[in-house]
């Protein structure tokens, strides 16, 4: 304000000086020498009137100092006002951030309180639909139930009806099932071979009656399984790779599965040697969900009795130890003398599945040959399982055998016993490609004297005999190997593909076949697959000079036999009346036989005595209507 006063006084001073008047150069005499006496003239006038410019300066300058002041006080008032402003205007922000927390707390605790709210009412409608539910399953079940109540057990009936219809190219006689080792070799007429003629059939002897028992004893499970079918004809029933007694005894076995991961299993199951479908259980086990009844070829498998013992360890691995009856399938087409004799065992045939058939022949050995084979103990079988939800399933397991046939006395040597022992091992594994949709299956196994577990068996060993000399008698097991590959595919509900191919291996097994006593020297060879075998009757249809016509021998023992097979199902209604499925599959069979001596016969043209290797082969085409019991 000070600088301002000044600023104003010196503008002042400025402008009085600025407005005295300026002698020009002509005047300058004259106003010298009137110089005095004008300024003595002229000063109060000049005095007065700066006097008074002065006072209104003065004036104005105390207006405009009043006027500062009065800003002063003004702009004081105002930044009092300001501060006063803000002050409120701070008391009125945080009373709004206040209330606002109030209004977010109390937002909050509605939200909750409604979230509460809402979750109680899902939790009272969830309570509410299982309730309904639960209700509904009761209604269905006392309208439709799925099982018998029967002091204090479930019973629960199964089975199902078939229509079957199947259609080969080279006939085998083996109704709705094909067993590899009858499939014709090629011209051959006799017998049930018929490579000239195909083969149309239809049946339903694939139906059949289940039922299943469901208790508890405490923590123990108890549980019973039944089932049977009809595709035998009981003519030469035995046990040898199922038990074949019409009606045919599929499963018949009771289990008791323990709280600490025991399960222990009697009676008729599929046999552990079996694959499974998960872990080492009865119920679990694995098979070709085939139209055409014979087990495919490389798969191990049978029913019979047997007791198992298995246990669960942690979530993942089981382990199961299995006593199976035994069964001896041996090949005697060997033992020609009519003093000595082999006994107890019995003799594999090409009925349907493989079962045994009695001999017919005039000669001291076959007469001793009977379906029956008299077991020394009982086949020992372990499996070791792992199961994985991403890897899917996978096992290991193995095969001992105890073999014995007695030799029959003679009016000079006394008889005796020998025996044998068999053995094998093998692994599978179903590994899901596309979880519940596409499972990749394999298996495989390898072995001596492991035939009788083998879809296409022929013989578990062959019995040692040496023409014209009394040589032991004993057994020489018949190397085997098999395997089975291929795909599980369920698309959707309704539909399912597979697709499979396996295969089995025999091996020759030989020993002489004639003693020379002057010399002592043994010479040739007998046995499996022995390779002066008689197939002069292979490849050619004999002019008949019997009635009924039959052709030349054309033996051969099976080398290979493999099948691959495709299968396709429909399921038409699956519902709570059970399922109607429509069903069709391709089975292309093929059997090698180890070579032999012969060929041709003499007089045939072209003439030729080269040893052949007989074959055949077999297309199987089926279809199936099949209604199975909810």
């Not at 003093?339 to 079962?355: D, E, I, K, L, W």
Request: some cysteine; charged content about 15%; proline content about 4%.
């Amino acid at each position: 304000m000070r600088n301002f006063q000044k600023l104003v006084a010196v503008l002042a001073l400025s402008g009085m000086c600025l407005a005295a008047p300026v002698p020009s150069d002509g005047e300058a005499a004259a106003k010298k020498s009137t110089k005095h006496h004008a300024a003595k003239a002229a000063k109060p006038v000049m005095k007065d009137e700066t006097a008074d410019k002065y006072r209104q300066l003065k004036e104005t300058v105390d207006q405009q100092q009043a006027a500062m002041q009065q800003m002063q006080q003004q702009l004081q008032q105002t930044q009092q006002q300001l501060q006063k402003t803000q002050q409120q205007l701070s008391q009125t922000q945080a009373a709004a951030d206040a209330k606002v927390a109030a209004i977010e707390a109390n937002t909050n605790m509605q939200v909750q309180k409604v979230q509460a709210d809402v979750s109680d009412v899902k939790a009272a409608v969830a309570a509410d639909t299982m309730l309904v539910q639960k209700d509904a399953k009761k209604i269905e079940y006392l309208e439709h139930p799925g099982s018998i109540a029967y002091k204090g057990i479930a019973i629960t009936l199964g089975g199902q009806f078939d229509l079957q219809g199947w259609y080969r190219s080279h006939a085998t006689m083996g109704d709705n099932a094909t067993a590899a080792n009858s499939i014709a070799l090629d011209s051959q007429v006799n017998g049930a071979y018929n490579s000239h003629l195909s083969e149309f059939a239809m049946g339903a002897r694939n139906s059949r009656i289940a039922l299943r028992i469901d208790g508890m004893a405490g923590s123990t499970k108890l549980t019973g399984q039944y089932e049977a079918d009809f595709s035998v004809d009981g003519t030469n029933s035995n046990p040898n790779q199922t038990s074949s007694w019409a009606p045919r005894l599929r499963q018949a076995y009771g289990k008791a599965e323990f709280k600490n991961g025991l399960t222990v299993m009697a009676g008729q199951p599929w046999t552990l040697i079996t694959m499974n479908r998960k872990g080492t259980d009865a119920s679990t086990f694995w098979a070709v969900n085939s139209i055409d009844q014979q087990t495919m070829p490389g798969i191990a498998w049978g029913r019979w009795a047997e007791l198992r013992l298995s246990q669960q360890i942690g979530k993942s691995v089981s382990v199961a130890l299995a006593l199976d009856n035994p069964s001896y399938l041996t090949q005697l087409n060997t033992v020609t003398t009519t003093t000595t004799g082999v006994s107890g065992v019995a003799v594999a045939g090409t009925g349907a599945n493989n079962n045994s058939v009695i001999a017919t022949c005039a000669s001291l050995p076959c007469a001793d040959q009977v379906a029956y084979s008299t077991g020394l103990a009982p086949d020992l079988v372990f499996k070791a399982a792992y199961d994985d939800a991403k890897l899917g399933h996978w096992e290991v397991k193995g095969l001992t055998r105890f073999f014995r046939d007695r030799v029959v006395s003679t009016a000079t040597v006394p008889g005796w016993n020998n025996t044998g022992l068999g053995w094998g091992l093998g692994g599978g594994a179903i590994v899901p490609v596309m979880p519940k949709k596409v499972d990749f299956i394999f298996q495989g196994m390898y072995g001596k004297g492991i035939s009788r577990y083998q879809s296409a068996g022929q013989y578990d060993f062959v019995v040692r005999n040496t023409t014209n000399d009394s040589w032991d008698h004993n057994m020489i097991m018949v190397k085997g190997a098999s395997a089975n590959v291929g795909f599980e595919a369920h698309p959707n509900s309704k539909w399912e593909f597979d697709l499979f191919a396996g295969g089995e291996y025999y091996g020759r097994t030989l020993y002489p076949a004639t003693y020379t006593a002057s010399t002592g020297v043994y010479s040739g060879v007998a046995g499996y697959g022995a390779p002066n075998a008689t197939n002069t009757g292979c490849y050619f249809e004999t002019v008949p000079t019997t009635t009924p016509a039959t052709s030349s021998t054309c033996t051969g023992n099976n080398r290979l036999v493999y099948d691959i097979r495709a299968i396709a199902y429909y399921d038409l209604y699956k519902g709570t009346y059970g399922v109607l499925r429509y069903g069709a599959s391709y089975n292309y069979y093929e059997r090698m036989a180890w070579s032999g001596t012969g060929g041709l016969p003499a007089g045939a043209f072209p003439t030729t005595t080269t040893s052949l290797a007989p074959k055949g082969q077999d297309n199987v085409v089926m279809t199936v209507i099949r209604y199975i019991f909810p």
